[in-house]
């Protein structure tokens, strides 16, 4: 699709972020003019598709609104997940008029979407839902299909299709997303052991009992509350009571605050995981996905499945199965 329009009107500006270009990305927005992009060389071919710069001229008048006036096309129609056909790359498109795409390798895209209308010297019109990056630059449009539709489709050079998930069920996690799930479980292994968090050998505290604790000097986890709110972010509050409650609040716990300050017990033995820096495999498990990981610990390789299920818009553990 090749987007015929002459725009003439000043669009409110965007203060949603967006990730930085890659070499490949920067190429193709420059040959497109004010393409802007922001995925991984990966999934450059086919996700950095907008032709916002083109030179044709047409004598047709543009357009732009939430909801252009003698349409019953609204961004409404696209709220929800879609996913990308030959990428898995997935869109998800808000009450608010925004919306995300995350690439299945890494990256995402924000921006949002209006309603353009192209009126042709006939009076007949067409109109499109056109997503507009964060510098309100024009990324690409779908021409708005028949009603009802659960597919929509750009003619930008490439082109892409994608489909609305209508099964009610997430989307599987992507290469980033499992990757972060095993950086937390190796995370919470690594307390256990007393590693983890950067700690001051020299400021050291002693309990009754002779455990003895060392400062942590690390700038992001300051108190036992940063390190479980970190934990909670890829853990369910089941599944990090039953599993690693006993970093917090037990009767020997490994993280102690003293003075309103995080100390991590010193006990330097070693762990369970040494996961393998690699694409996580993500398969279907009928009620959620498994994550599965390569681990080889002590040089024993095996596999580690990690149990995830989606909650307030994070992949979280459920479970983890040893030795698989």
Request: glycine fraction near 8%; proline fraction near 0%.
């Given at each position: 699709m090749k987007l015929k329009i002459a725009l003439t009107f000043m669009l409110a500006v965007c203060?949603?972020?967006?990730?930085g270009k890659t070499n490949s990305d920067q190429q193709n927005s420059d040959k497109k003019n004010n393409t802007a992009a922001t995925t991984t060389s990966e999934s450059t071919s086919t996700t950095v598709t907008a032709n916002a710069g083109s030179s044709e001229t047409t004598t047709a008048q543009a357009?732009?609104?939430?909801?252009?006036?003698?349409?019953?096309?609204?961004?409404?129609?696209?709220?929800?997940?879609?996913?990308?056909n030959d990428t898995g790359n997935i869109l998800t498109v808000n009450d608010d008029g925004s919306f995300s795409l995350k690439y299945i390798y890494g990256g995402t895209r924000f921006g949002t979407i209006k309603i353009d209308a192209e009126e042709h010297p006939d009076g007949s019109k067409t109109y499109w839902y056109s997503f507009y990056e964060p510098d309100n630059t024009l990324w690409t449009g779908f021409v708005c299909p028949e009603k009802p539709f659960n597919e929509i489709y750009s003619e930008d050079e490439g082109g892409m299709t994608f489909c609305r998930n209508i099964s009610g069920k997430d989307f599987p996690p992507n290469v980033p997303e499992a990757k972060d799930i095993r950086d937390t479980l190796a995370f919470a292994d690594r307390l256990m052991c007393g590693t983890g968090v950067n700690t001051d050998m020299n400021a050291e505290y002693k309990t009754d009992d002779g455990t003895v604790y060392h400062k942590s000097i690390d700038g992001y986890y300051k108190t036992t509350d940063d390190v479980r709110n970190y934990l909670r972010i890829h853990m369910t509050e089941q599944f990090l009571d039953n599993e690693y409650g006993f970093l917090f609040g037990t009767e020997h716990p490994k993280c102690i605050d003293v003075n309103g300050e995080l100390y991590i017990e010193y006990r330097p033995i070693g762990g369970r995981y040494s996961f393998e820096d690699e694409d996580p495999v993500v398969v279907d498990n009928g009620n959620g996905y498994s994550i599965k990981i390569k681990n080889n610990d002590y040089g024993a390789e095996d596999t580690v499945v990690v149990e995830v299920v989606k909650e307030d818009g994070k992949w979280k553990i459920t479970d983890v199965i040893d030795n698989f």
């Open positions: 203060t949603l972020a967006s990730c357009t732009s609104s939430d909801d252009v006036s003698g349409s019953d096309y609204s961004v409404s129609d696209l709220v929800g997940e879609w996913v990308q």
